[in-house]
């Protein structure tokens, strides 16, 4: 079973539908006492990073969160929840993260070095390219998934960095250390390689080879 961490700015609905597609058990709660339950969690989210972090720490979640990776088990945020999994973010000024993975989120500049303008956010469909090595990526070939956001992840450790996008620039789009893993985009909304993607991560939380 698959735990979807609910602290009020997650899109639970499309994700809940997504797992139903394939045919994963999942619960949504706020309850560290219930999450405790899943095999998995999963932390969406849309929204503002310092609200967000508002209400984690709030609803105990976000202490919860931080033993539940440290005991190694299978974290995986989406959008807004990926971005949560590093250290601190910029937007509606300075607020820190869970510091799971290292890295600062940072809002697109709108405009290269070079003057050219660009639209914030980022929305639309970009190819996936890949980077390191990760479970979420086995038996799976670059495609196309759909972003909608306008900060993204400023890291040092690449090796953190599984796959990328282009977007004036190279933006982490799937990242992972150790249980812990994030999609800056919308797998439920990504057609094909963005299912395949969730497939991957449940199966790797009910202990399933991912080929």
């Not at 599984?162 to 812990?180: E, K, L, N, Q, W």
């Amino acid at each position: 079973m698959i735990g979807i961490v609910d602290y009020g700015m997650g899109n639970l609905f499309s994700v809940s539908k997504a797992l139903e597609r394939l045919e994963v058990p999942s619960v949504i709660s706020d309850k560290p006492e219930e999450l405790e339950k899943a095999a998995g969690l999963l932390l969406p989210g849309v929204g503002s990073f310092k609200d967000a972090m508002t209400l984690l720490d709030r609803l105990e979640l976000a202490g919860f969160l931080k033993e539940w990776a440290a005991a190694g088990k299978p974290l995986l945020g989406i959008c807004l929840g990926m971005q949560l999994l590093f250290e601190e973010s910029e937007e509606n000024g300075p607020a820190k993260g869970l510091s799971l993975l290292p890295g600062k989120v940072v809002r697109f500049a709108g405009e290269t070095e070079a003057g050219v303008s660009y639209k914030v956010p980022h929305m639309g469909w970009n190819k996936l390219q890949f980077k390191n090595e990760s479970p979420l990526l086995k038996g799976l070939k670059e495609d196309y998934v759909y972003f909608v956001h306008s900060y993204y992840v400023n890291t040092d450790s690449q090796d953190v960095v599984t796959a990328s996008a282009d977007y004036y620039g190279d933006v982490p789009a799937v990242v992972g250390r150790g249980s812990v893993f994030g999609m800056q985009f919308h797998p439920e909304k990504s057609s094909g390689l963005g299912m395949a993607l969730l497939k991957n991560f449940t199966d790797l939380t009910e202990g399933k080879s991912v080929k």
